[in-house]
């Protein structure tokens, strides 16, 4: 619906630029038929016109319809007393700018848009700036782009793994090896010394180790040290680490030194992909575990060992703008009393719950792998679940986890969308 003082003014058209918004044309018709001329006769060129509203100006550009709010504009202005581009910092006092405030002049060229301010300031929009940066731009792209797998998926890509002296010394083969991060939540590097030392500067040339309660680097064997099962001979089921943290780590590193036995072959499942599965055969199984807070506990009491952690959050983790699942946190062995919602919803989270487990055990899902001394394992811990199998003998495993943020910025900085 228009509102009374509407206008559109069509890019390039003569005489319509720099109009102030008291004086617009009564009848919107010719303007509207001239809008859908212009579609008409330069469908390769992307259209741009605008609208003025109360409180936001409508701007069409290409496909994209933009609602972007003055306030929003006047905050985002990129001019240099507004913005600081050596540092990419915002100067402008936000809290100064009149909440009630309204452009005093729209004018839009074939690439910008400029308004003029009550107080004569101008600022000026790049529309492809817009196009990318407003709320119906953005939404339309999704932040992390992914391949999601079942184990043939993954099998039938070939991922190569990543050589240690390239991923190393080398700009390509680390960023080789971070595109398949990015893409699958999994990557492999090999020729590895199989040293905690080696494994930790590998860990180093991709990010940040995120020291927690079992320390920068760890390593263990099955000798119950710390009051886990991850510390014995048992299988363990398919689970995402530290899930009672209240932001559970980014990326796990593994590298097995040794293993003289039988058994313990690692597990891998792509969350994201059995999520997805749950998605279209049940939405309702979906919002229920993107929606129900959880919390999971560490409580630990071994040796000098005293930890009690908790984290709360629901098992899928959803950006509210776009939709696109970002974190998993399943973990069944530190799930902990279930006690934040009322008795109704109880039972339904368990019936989603079980949706997604089913789809999480579908043997088409489950990747199993052997990881030997030389071969460095790198885990999306928010994506990717990994377990084991039960074994027999000296089994040494040294790794450490690490902080997404700093991964993210690594693949951000060789030019990786992440
Ligand atoms: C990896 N490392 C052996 C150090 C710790 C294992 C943590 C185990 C814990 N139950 C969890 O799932 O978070
Ligand atoms: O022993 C393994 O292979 C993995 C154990 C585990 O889940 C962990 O350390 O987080
Ligand atoms: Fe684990």
Excluded at 252 to 276: P, S
Aim: charged share 25%.
């Amino acid at each position: 619906m228009w509102c009374q003082r509407l206008v559109w003014l069509l890019r390039g058209q003569r005489g319509s630029t720099g109009r102030r918004w008291p004086q617009l044309p009564r009848d919107p018709e010719p303007v509207l038929a001239a809008l859908a001329r212009c579609h008409s006769t330069a469908p390769a060129s992307p259209c741009c016109a605008w609208q003025l509203h109360q409180d936001h100006l409508e701007l069409r550009y290409g496909s994209t319809v933009m609602r972007l709010d003055f306030v929003w504009l006047r905050d985002h202005c990129r001019s240099a007393s507004c913005y600081n581009a050596k540092t990419s910092q915002r100067s402008l006092d936000t809290a100064s700018v009149d909440l009630g405030i309204q452009p005093q002049a729209v004018r839009v060229d074939d690439t910008t848009l400029f308004l003029t301010w009550p107080d004569g300031h101008v600022t000026r929009y790049g529309l492809e700036w817009l196009a990318k940066n407003s709320y119906e731009g953005q939404k339309q792209q999704v932040m992390h782009p992914r391949i999601l797998w079942n184990a043939e998926i993954y099998r039938q890509a070939q991922v190569p793994s990543i050589d240690c002296r390239s991923f190393l010394e080398t700009d390509e083969g680390l960023k080789e090896f971070l595109q398949n991060f990015l893409l699958y939540g999994i990557a492999f590097v090999e020729n590895v010394t199989p040293t905690k030392e080696d494994t930790k500067i590998l860990a180093e040339r991709v990010s940040i180790i995120r020291e927690t309660i079992y320390g920068r680097m760890w390593y263990f064997t099955s000798d119950f040290s710390r009051g886990d099962t991850a510390y014995t001979k048992l299988a363990l089921d398919r689970h995402t680490d530290t899930t009672y943290f209240q932001e559970p780590c980014g990326i796990q590193v593994f590298h097995c030194l040794k293993h003289e036995g039988t058994g313990g072959r690692t597990l891998l499942v792509d969350g994201f992909h059995a999520a997805e599965q749950v998605l279209r055969q049940a939405p309702e199984h979906f919002e229920l575990l993107a929606k129900v807070p959880l919390k999971h506990e560490y409580v630990e009491n071994v040796g000098g060992c005293h930890n009690h952690m908790i984290g709360v959050g629901p098992v899928l983790n959803v950006y509210p703008w776009n939709n696109e699942l970002y974190l998993i946190r399943y973990n069944n062995y530190d799930r902990a009393v279930f006690n934040t919602v009322p008795h109704d919803v109880v039972r339904r989270w368990y019936h989603a719950h079980r949706a997604l487990t089913t789809e999480l055990r579908r043997p088409d899902n489950e990747l199993w792998v052997k990881l030997k001394p030389g071969k460095a394992l790198f885990v999306d811990n928010w994506r990717v679940l990994h377990g084991r199998e039960a074994f027999t003998g000296y089994r040494q495993l040294c790794g450490c986890y690490l902080t997404r943020d700093d991964v993210l910025n690594t693949a951000r900085l060789l030019g990786l969308q992440a």
